[in-house]
C-alpha cells in the first residue's frame, strides 16, 4: 500500500448527496483521468470537487515528495456539514422549514507501486 495525501473543502453550499453521484465517478481512477472527467462534467459539484482533488495533488507532490504519474484517487467523499434552517410561511400561520444543506467534500490520493498495477 503507498503513500496517502489528502485536502478537505469546508463548509461548501451544497448539498452532500448531489456531491457524491459526482464522487463515485472518480474513485479508484487515475487522478488526471479524474480530472478530466470533472473538468466535463457540468455541475457545481464537480467545480467544487475539482478544486479539492488538485489540492490533495499538490499536497501529495510537494508535502510527500509522491509521483503524480502514479497517483490514484483512493476516497472521494461529500459529508454533511452544518444545515441552514430557514422558514417558509404557508397558509393558517404555519411555517414551512427549508433546510440549505453544506458539505465538507474531501479527497485521498495514493501512490500505486509497480506491482498493484
Known amino acids: 500500500m503507498g503513500q496517502t495525501a489528502r485536502a478537505e473543502g469546508k463548509y461548501l453550499r451544497i448539498s452532500p ?4 453521484f459526482i464522487c463515485k465517478e472518480i474513485r479508484g481512477k487515475q487522478v488526471d483521468e479524474a480530472l478530466a472527467i470533472l473538468r466535463f462534467t457540468p455541475k457545481k ?3 467544487l470537487l475539482e478544486k479539492v482533488l488538485k489540492s490533495a495533488i ?9 509521483d503524480r504519474d502514479k497517483l490514484i484517487v483512493e476516497k472521494a467523499y461529500a459529508n454533511n456539514a452544518p444545515v441552514m ?6 397558509a393558517k400561520g404555519a411555517a414551512y422549514p427549508i433546510l440549505k444543506r453544506s458539505s465538507h467534500i474531501g479527497c485521498v490520493v495514493r501512490e500505486v507501486s509497480e506491482e498493484e498495477k
Open 58 to 66: 499538490a499536497n501529495a507532490e510537494n508535502n510527500f515528495g509522491l
Open 17 to 20: 448527496l448531489k456531491v457524491n
Open 45 to 47: 459539484g464537480a467545480r
Open 85 to 90: 434552517k430557514r422558514f417558509h410561511p404557508k
